[in-house]
């Protein structure tokens, strides 16, 4: 039995056992698939609002996200060159982000559901809080798809924007 990668596959931990039956007529490929554990996607999460969110650094974006990343919030669906256009105007508008520390977490399968708080300051000086729930599914170590729900808690009215800008 010969042990081989596919990198097409897209799971965080994989190995293919590729075996050929004793008259080479048969073919069989067994996937393993580990899916991560809870605390493995809390610190892909972490990690991910670190560089992305907080520091807005729109480079770190592919090692993240999924080519074909889908967000919905507040009812508005983008793909991926939706959430770098979003995150390029964030960039102009706002001085720094903070997400505070997850309130609650709930983890299934390749799912992760997040709620917390997230402080904006922007260029202005004028600071916005807003309350975040956000579900979010992974293939492999990519985000894919995200659905969010945002209210503002602290801030302008036309602060709702900041989480729909692009």
Known sequence: ???CRYPELETSIHAVLYSIGADNRFKSCII???LM???EYLTLMENMYSEVLENLKIEKIPDYFSPSYEQTTAGEKID???FVAHIKALKEHVESIQILPFEETIHEGNKIVLR???KITKKNG???KFAVMAIFEIQGD???RC???TKIILGEKQDEILDTIR
Do not use: D, H, P
């Open 1 to 3: 039995m010969k042990q």
């Open 32 to 34: 393993i698939v580990r």
């Open 37 to 39: 554990n809870k605390a």
């Open 80 to 82: 991926y060159a939706g």
């Open 116 to 118: 917390y708080l997230s």
């Open 126 to 128: 004028l600071i916005s």
């Open 142 to 144: 990519k985000l894919i």
């Open 147 to 149: 659905w969010e729900l």
